[in-house]
């Protein structure tokens, strides 16, 4: 996940690893050579195009609506379908009072009318005040919540890590957020939730709780799910 930091030097371009203590019970538990931390990209506002967030500080927040509006005045003397005409004149009402226009409801034709425009304000953008930048884990950790970003674990002798997933993923869609190969032969996935883990002191003691559950490929992943994956090759 990339997030442009705009007009905030307190937060330096960079891989920010998400501290997590649920990661520290699970290695623990396999006494795992390495431990990896799931993390987000922190670009500058360079590569705000590439961005999936946008953290910004109060004075940087009309230049954003500014530069949209920008845009679709420009584009609304162009355009000729009167269904696009529309929307542009939609979006222009709302950055004209100041409103991002993420928080506006689209169609999805409306979506890929608009996926090529390459607007600031249709990403989400999270508006920092200075005590939020105190804990700059709490902030991204935040962010990711609600941006709708939840987290799964994996964990064996080798390496315990963390996962970055969207929370309508299913078990086999997450099986492909570590290898192609373990997607395509995917067979079942053992879940211990995050829940049953902290009532226990390790995984083994919460596989002998009976929290251990197999889990088919439509399974929707929870946050804190700690999977392992049965596959073919």
């Not at 929290?211 to 088919?216: D, I, K, N, P, T």
């Amino acid at each position: 996940m990339k997030i442009a930091v705009i007009s905030i030097p307190q937060i330096s371009p960079g891989k920010h690893n998400i501290k997590d203590s649920r990661i520290d019970l699970i290695e623990e538990s396999f006494k795992s050579r390495t431990k990896t931390y799931a993390y987000v990209e922190l670009i500058d506002e360079s590569k705000v195009a590439e961005a999936d967030v946008i953290l910004a500080s109060e004075d940087a927040r009309l230049d954003l609506i500014l530069k949209d509006l920008e845009f679709v005045t420009a584009r609304l003397n162009q355009v000729e379908s009167e269904s696009e005409k529309k929307l542009l004149a939609e979006f222009k009402t709302a950055l004209e009072k100041e409103a991002f226009l993420s928080g506006l409801i689209l169609s999805e034709e409306d979506k890929k009318v608009v996926s090529h425009y390459g607007l600031l304000t249709l990403k989400p953008i999270f508006i920092v005040t200075n005590d939020e930048l105190r804990d700059l884990n709490k902030l991204i950790v935040k962010v990711l919540k609600d941006t709708g970003y939840i987290t799964f674990f994996t964990g064996n002798e080798k390496e315990t890590r963390a996962w970055l997933i969207k929370s309508s993923t299913t078990a086999w869609e997450a099986a492909g957020k570590i290898h192609t190969d373990i997607q395509r032969g995917f067979i079942r996935a053992e879940v211990i939730s995050s829940e049953d883990l902290l009532k226990q002191t390790s995984v083994h003691q919460a596989k002998q709780a009976g929290a251990l559950h197999l889990v088919q490929k439509d399974y929707i992943v929870k946050d804190g799910d700690l999977l392992h994956f049965r596959f073919s090759v």
